[in-house]
């Protein structure tokens, strides 16, 4: 049987791809911190079961293909409260952020064309973009300098005749970078100038950590035809399960076309999206109580980090993640031997190894991402557990 060739170029998530090795590690007896995945140990807010559980219509009916009303009305007043005006047509709902991506990253990319992405990135990128037939042309960075990557030169460097557009995460995951305004203004500049898109994969937009008011590429109203943004209820509300994500865009073109996925996908989940707009009625007072918390596991796994002899990293100003290069060979012969060989009274660790965050061959080898998610007392452990896997790891490798 033949297999397509766009496929073939797609690979495993780093964070999922040792699960049969924790099977039989939990199997053996062990147990497991998992650092490896952004799961959010954080309540889902109340408001969210209540609405599935006031649903009272006899059939659960086809929604309409943009998006529910009630749920884009939501999503509307929330961009009116940050100052960011959008119509209704310049809305639609899709299955989580996920899908928000690959509907736009289908329409604007084809075979041969290249997207710029600062590298290390979410490496699910690479299935999104390699599924259209385009490659992703990485804007390069470095553990040393903190992973920044807002620099002119060093983007436009990377510009050429293939390039269709950029994309950047911010807050950053898995780097935890968080753009100022100026170096978001700097990013729509460069689109601007070289008649890019520009997307801004903005999940993590409410998790910064240094007082900085909520920012968004929507912002930009000079930029209209060239800003997509790529929102979603995962991780700003806890509700990763839920699968509800947007793309919004002033470009009513590139939103023409994305309704053609839109209605070839008929609709998303009907009851997800009443459940997610009644989460839009949250208070400021969650947020500040969720971001207070994951600034402590922050500064939590910034200063066990710190007592690590060998290991590379900057403090992360948002997300909830944290990127750092490991005083090891290989990360994954790690994380490997972690699982299979390692434990200390029967505990041992997950993280998510850095290489397939890289377009860019060789690089990121012996980095890794934390997602710090546990609670603290869990965070604290696995954050020893690290400490001692490369103690012992280096003595016999």
């Known amino acids: 049987m033949k297999f397509s060739s766009?496929?073939?170029?797609?690979?495993?998530?780093?964070?999922?791809k040792f699960h049969p090795y924790a099977v039989a590690a939990e199997a053996a007896g062990k147990k497991i911190y998992h650092l490896n995945i952004g799961q959010p140990d954080v309540e889902t807010p109340a408001q969210f079961f209540d609405a599935i559980k006031q649903f009272n219509q006899p059939v659960l009916e086809y929604a309409a293909s943009p998006g529910m009303p009630v749920l884009i009305e939501a999503i509307q007043k929330y961009y009116d409260n940050l100052d960011m005006h959008f119509e209704k047509n310049e809305i639609l709902i899709t299955t989580g952020g996920s899908e928000a991506l690959q509907i736009v990253l289908n329409c604007i990319l084809d075979d041969g064309d290249e997207i710029l992405i600062p590298e290390p990135f979410y490496p699910n990128y690479?299935?999104?973009?390699?599924?259209t037939g385009a490659k992703i042309h990485p804007i390069p960075t470095t553990p040393e300098e903190g992973y920044h990557y807002a620099d002119?030169?060093?983007?436009?460097?990377?510009?050429?005749?293939?390039?269709?557009?950029?994309?950047?995460?911010?807050?950053?995951?898995?780097?935890?970078?968080?753009?100022?305004?100026?170096?978001?203004?700097?990013?729509?500049?460069?689109?601007?100038?070289?008649?890019?898109?520009?997307?801004?994969?903005?999940?993590?937009?409410?998790?910064?950590?240094?007082?900085?008011?909520?920012?968004?590429?929507?912002?930009?109203?000079?930029?209209?035809?060239?800003?997509?943004?790529?929102?979603?209820?995962?991780?700003?509300?806890?509700?990763?399960?839920?699968?509800?994500?947007?793309?919004?865009?002033?470009?009513?073109?590139l939103m023409g076309e994305c309704m053609k996925y839109c209605q070839c996908r008929l609709c998303v989940a009907t009851l997800d999206q009443v459940a997610s707009a009644a989460l839009y009625d949250v208070g400021p007072e969650y947020f500040a109580a969720v971001r207070e918390?994951?600034?402590?596991?922050?500064?939590?796994?910034?200063?066990?980090?710190?007592?690590?002899?060998?290991?590379?990293?900057?403090?992360?100003?948002g997300a909830f993640y944290l990127m750092a290069a490991l005083p090891v060979d290989d990360a994954d012969n790690f994380q490997k031997w972690l699982l299979e060989e390692f434990d200390d009274n029967g505990d041992t660790v997950m993280f998510a190894p850095g290489a397939p965050m890289y377009a860019t061959p060789g690089k990121g080898k012996n980095e890794i991402r934390i997602a710090y998610v546990l609670k603290q007392d869990k965070l604290e452990r696995a954050m020893d557990l690290l400490a001692l896997g490369i103690k012992k790891y280096n003595e016999t490798h």
Do not use: W
């Open 152 to 253: 002119r030169a060093k983007i436009e460097a990377e510009i050429n005749e293939n390039t269709r557009a950029i994309m950047c995460t911010n807050p950053g995951n898995p780097t935890g970078v968080v753009l100022t305004p100026e170096e978001m203004r700097l990013m729509v500049d460069i689109a601007k100038e070289h008649d890019l898109f520009i997307i801004g994969d903005e999940a993590y937009r409410e998790f910064v950590y240094g007082g900085e008011p909520l920012q968004s590429l929507g912002q930009f109203d000079d930029a209209a035809d060239n800003v997509i943004v790529i929102d979603t209820v995962s991780k700003r509300f806890s509700a990763c399960g839920a699968r509800i994500g947007c793309i919004i865009s002033r470009n009513k073109e």
């Open 6 to 16: 766009k496929v073939k170029k797609c690979g495993l998530s780093p964070m999922r």
């Open 126 to 131: 690479n299935t999104m973009v390699n599924t």
């Open 293 to 317: 918390e994951y600034k402590r596991r922050r500064d939590t796994v910034v200063a066990k980090l710190e007592q690590i002899p060998g290991v590379i990293f900057k403090c992360p100003k």
